[in-house]
């Protein structure tokens, strides 16, 4: 493991985010439907450029040449995972393993598009105030994402197999876990099914602020 940077109200925080799935319940690639003009992927990397993370690492797999066509230009660089197959952990590996020495990662789902910059600089304000622990955006009491590890867990994550991403880690450290109230669960949304889909659709029409933000 590479030597960590400082904790502290700067704390470098850097970013995953998680865009290399296969989408098989959906029957066709969720990240490429378009969503206000633009391919859904678009938002959440979008979203995530736009915060305080830094570096912003977007982890690619599935149909890796056409999700990297599709992203506009931005303060982000893309790894690809070859082994995306295998499961969530194989990506989760690949982006922390592309971070520099950083406090800690926020890791976000590329497939929430009505993510907000402001949503997740709160998740990282609060990694900031407190060091060393797990934080974790909420919506309206129900813990979701994005989760922020800090670096002293990183040797854990990398360990992870399978679809397990953060799951497992989360799990053996639930008592450090600091949740950030971000209120309307619409932030939240992700997309595995048509029906989601459908959903994501209809929330859109009063969210859509957020590709802006």
């Known amino acids: 493991m590479r030597e960590q940077s400082e904790p502290g109200e700067r704390a470098k925080i850097g970013s995953v985010v998680l865009a290399a799935g296969r989408s098989s319940r959906m029957g066709a690639h969720k990240l490429l439907l378009p969503l206000g003009g633009r391919a859904l992927v678009t938002y959440a990397v979008a979203a995530a450029c736009a915060s305080m993370a830094d570096p912003v690492v977007v982890v690619l797999g599935h149909d890796a040449d056409r999700v990297r066509a599709a992203l506009a230009q931005g303060r982000y660089r893309t790894v690809t995972n070859a082994a995306y197959g295998e499961g969530m952990a194989t990506s989760l590996r690949a982006g922390l393993a592309a971070l520099p020495p950083v406090a800690g990662a926020i890791v976000i789902l590329a497939d929430q598009p009505l993510m907000t910059a402001a949503a997740m600089d709160a998740v990282i304000a609060e990694a900031r105030r407190h060091p060393g622990a797990v934080v974790r955006a909420a919506y309206e009491g129900r813990a979701g994402h994005p989760v922020c590890f800090p670096a ?50 209809r929330a859109w029409e009063g969210h859509s602020d957020v590709a802006e933000s």
């Open 152 to 201: 002293r867990l990183f040797p854990e994550l990398l360990a992870a197999t399978g679809d397990e991403g953060g799951r497992a880690v989360l799990g053996r450290h639930r008592g450090e876990v600091r949740l950030v109230e971000l209120g309307a669960p619409a932030l939240d949304l992700d997309v595995d099914e048509p029906d989601q889909y459908e959903a994501l659709r």
